[in-house]
């Protein structure tokens, strides 16, 4: 039973978190956003955080402060570990309160542990009683139904997630190489130039054989440079197909999380943010 009324806790308090989450943005923004790291209107680590509130703090339930201390510390703890497990398995940064001081690695705050501990407070004390005789109203038979297809649901958007965030990261590590392919063209096209002006003021020092020499030589750098422009159009068709392809993904993430950081690809998705907004002012 206690997992049974924990799992229930956890989809009940997860949702709650969406739902206050996307009125936050609605208000900040002037707009709906999907506030979710997953697609459907879930939050897990609200649903997380709350449980384990409920579950550990249980015996400082009637010790208001020692509730308020202990529910700050522990929900910090939570969401500290759940920014920085996100950050290393996806080299993105989902959250940052780097702006704001006392923060750790952007992660956590002092703001934002206060908040979190007045939250718990408030939920354990005047929510989650409330919550708990209305998940008892709730026939058992019907409440494994009802967490069966909650369960499904939610394996089956965080596997597309999952996907979804992996298979955007190969096409922003496509995008990086591409960049970094034109940017060695671009330096392969002004040595050739530099080199072509030098041979040219030789060429009247030198002898008539060696003027044909040259114009060969000459002829052959025209050719490779020709095949040079080739190329660095076909990389920037397939970096302008990946962009496009990334920024569906790419959308949802950035207005859900406008703070986004990633490690990796810091100015490819400072390109793709700006798209956005210039989507947006139209």
Known sequence: ?????????????????????????????????????????????????????????????????????????????????????????????????????????????????????????????????????????????????????????????LTVTVGGILRWNRQLDAMEKIAADLRELSGKMGENIYENVMDTMELREKVDAAVEEKRQQLAEQRQLLAETKEQAAELRRKYKELAERSLRTGRHMLRAFPKLQSRRHKEILEQIRERIRTEGRH
């Open 1 to 157: 039973m206690r997992i049974y009324e924990g799992l229930l806790y956890f989809f009940i308090y997860g949702i709650l978190g969406w739902c206050a989450e996307v009125a936050f943005a609605a208000v900040k923004e002037r707009r709906f956003v999907n506030r979710g790291f997953l697609n459907g209107p879930i939050c897990p680590i609200y649903g997380v955080g709350v449980v384990m509130v409920v579950v550990f703090l249980e015996p400082f339930e009637d010790q208001w402060l020692l509730l308020y201390l202990a529910s700050a510390v522990l929900v910090t703890l939570i969401e500290g570990m759940t920014g920085y497990v996100l950050d290393k398995l996806f080299h993105h940064k989902w959250w940052d309160y780097s702006e704001l001081p006392l923060n750790i690695g952007g992660y956590v705050c002092l703001l934002f542990s206060v908040v979190w501990g007045v939250a718990c407070v408030v939920i354990v004390k005047a929510v989650h009683p409330l919550v708990g005789d209305l998940c008892a109203l709730i026939p058992l038979g019907a409440g494994i139904l009802i967490l069966s297809v909650l369960s499904a649901a939610l394996a089956a958007d």
